[in-house]
């Protein structure tokens, strides 16, 4: 009886969530349309991970550069986005916000820049240009972009992430993200390498989950901070060491040098930052974008040793204090065109791996 109940709550659950979903939906919604007038498009930020939501301050910051100022954010995360004045307004992340505004003729913006492959555990299509930029060119930017992302923390902030004259912020693995990979994750034993080795020199700062493995000789905030105070804590801080994610991204938003081990998933040119010591594995398959499977042992993540890494930490933090390098990309029309065929044809991809996959 109770798997006859499953079967037939799943059959009814398309038909009966929508109207629950707008009878909740309309109400917020027709207030802060009348408050506000309807814009002319809404930025949807739900579905991808944290560092994404960061990342569209970039978006943000150009639609403003260019008179745009009649769109609408909604996240899961808008603590990000305080004191942010590039974005108009933030709305609830209430289920079908989006479909409702599209009804009304507002344009809806996914600015996802790959979808995943289950048939190669990896993400698609491998981006041409900087992810900001692909992102960017969801919404219709064209011309000259900067990139990088943006935070902003007020005073009392910043003094509360300043631990020490000498604090060097660092993680021990990036597992416990909402899409975890392997294929970006350094092994624990090299990140207690270089606590060991400079520890004397730097007082750590370790970041991240309270599930990833603590580092001894490092001041432990796993779990102990929110965004905000994370991201204080990188601005505080002479350098950080890590690996591409949320954390690399929050610290170039407070202008935090970085140690960064790449491998060889993506590369620097796809989601870094020129600021940043990228170690990056130029091995003949990189790079892959794969998430999990490697048919290689993750040699690209292997052939970097702790000494590269302490070497560039050293290095980051004698550059502290002078202005840091920032990329800049030109978007063109026919870019914008090409992705979109793009996207189109690896979604129509994956959807078909999807139900081979379950049938």
């Given at each position: 009886m109770t798997g006859v109940m499953s079967v037939l709550q799943e059959k009814v659950r398309p038909i009966v969530q929508p109207p629950v979903d707008y009878a909740r939906l309309t109400p917020s919604a027709t207030a802060v349309l009348m408050r506000y007038g309807r814009p002319e498009m809404l930025v949807n930020a739900i579905g991808a991970g944290i560092g994404d939501d960061l990342l569209l301050t970039a978006m943000f910051r150009e639609l403003r550069r260019r008179g745009q100022d009649r769109f609408w954010v909604t996240t899961r995360y808008p603590e990000l986005y305080r004191g942010n004045a590039d974005i108009p307004l933030i709305v609830p992340p209430l289920p079908r916000y989006d479909?409702?505004?599209?009804?009304?003729?507002?344009?809806?913006?996914?600015?996802?820049?790959?979808?995943?492959n289950p048939a190669y555990d990896r993400d698609d299509p491998i981006p041409r240009q900087h992810i900001i930029s692909v992102m960017c060119q969801k919404a219709g930017i064209t011309g000259t972009i900067t990139l990088r992302p943006y935070l902003f923390l007020d005073d009392g902030e910043l003094a509360q992430g300043r631990l020490s004259d000498r604090q060097v912020a660092i993680q021990s693995s990036g597992l416990d993200a909402k899409h975890a990979m392997r294929n970006k994750n350094w092994s624990f034993e090299r990140y207690q390498g270089v606590v060991s080795a400079l520890r004397d020199r730097y007082d750590f700062v370790q970041l991240g989950s309270t599930s990833d493995p603590p580092l001894d000789g490092a001041l432990?905030?796993?779990?102990?901070?929110?965004?905000?105070?994370?991201?204080?804590?990188?601005?505080?801080?002479?350098?950080?060491?890590?690996?591409?994610?949320?954390?690399?991204?929050?610290?170039?938003?407070?202008?935090?040098?970085?140690?960064?081990?790449?491998?060889?998933?993506?590369?620097?040119?796809?989601?870094?930052?020129?600021?940043?010591?990228?170690?990056?594995?130029?091995?003949p398959c990189a790079p892959c974008w794969r998430l999990n499977t490697c048919p290689h042992d993750r040699v690209c993540l292997e052939m970097i040793d702790t000494g590269a890494v302490i070497d560039?930490?050293?290095a980051q933090v004698t550059r502290y204090g002078a202005p840091l390098a920032c990329d800049t990309d030109t978007i063109t029309q026919a870019q914008i065109d090409d992705n979109a065929a793009r996207w189109a044809a690896a979604v129509k991809a994956h959807d078909l791996a999807w139900t081979l996959l379950y049938q």
């Open positions: 479909a409702l505004l599209k009804r009304l003729g507002v344009r809806v913006v996914y600015p996802w820049y790959t979808s995943y432990d905030l796993r779990g102990k901070t929110t965004l905000r105070g994370t991201a204080a804590v990188l601005g505080g801080s002479l350098a950080f060491v890590g690996q591409v994610g949320l954390l690399m991204h929050l610290a170039r938003a407070v202008d935090c040098r970085s140690v960064i081990v790449y491998g060889g998933r993506e590369t620097p040119a796809q989601s870094g930052y020129p600021c940043n010591e990228n170690l990056f594995s130029d091995v560039a930490l050293v």
